[in-house]
C-alpha cells in the first residue's frame, strides 16, 4: 500500500523559496502511469493543483503560478520536491502530495502540511 508524507518548513518569509518533500513508501515514483501532485489549500477556499512529475520525469504546472513552480524527483531516496520561489502570503495554505494513477484517477493522498508565509 503506497503511502505519502509531505514535510518541510511551516513558515516561510514573503519573496523567499518555500521547499516542501513527499517521501513515497510502499511503492516506486517509477512506476508506469503513476503522476505525482502537488495540491494545496488555501484558508477557507478551495483545492488548487500545483503541478505533478510523471512516472517518466516529465513535469506539468499550473499556468498561474507564473512559472514559479518546479517540481523534482529523487529516484535513490523515491521522494518528490516541489520548490515556489518567491513567496507572498497568498502562498499560504495546507500544501498535499497526491498519487494519480491514469485513467483512475486520484487515489492517494498525504496528510498535508501547513505552510505560512509570513514576515
Known amino acids: 500500500q503506497v503511502q505519502l508524507q509531505e514535510s518541510g518548513p511551516g513558515l516561510v518569509k514573503p519573496s523567499q523559496a518555500l521547499s516542501l518533500t513527499c517521501t513515497v513508501s510502499?511503492?516506486?515514483?517509477?512506476?508506469?502511469?503513476?503522476?505525482w501532485n502537488w495540491i494545496r489549500q488555501p484558508p477557507g477556499k478551495g483545492l488548487e493543483w500545483v503541478g505533478y512529475i510523471a512516472y517518466s520525469g516529465q513535469t506539468y504546472y499550473s499556468p498561474s503560478l507564473n512559472s514559479r513552480a518546479s517540481i523534482s524527483r529523487d529516484t535513490s531516496k523515491n521522494s518528490i520536491t516541489l520548490q515556489l520561489n518567491s513567496v507572498t502570503p497568498e502562498d499560504t495554505a495546507v500544501y498535499y502530495c497526491?498519487?494519480?494513477?491514469?485513467?483512475?484517477?486520484?487515489?492517494?493522498w498525504g496528510q498535508g502540511t501547513q505552510v505560512t508565509v509570513s514576515s
Open positions: 510502499g511503492g516506486s515514483i517509477r512506476e508506469n502511469s503513476n503522476y
Open positions: 497526491a498519487r494519480l494513477v491514469w485513467p483512475s484517477g486520484f487515489d492517494t
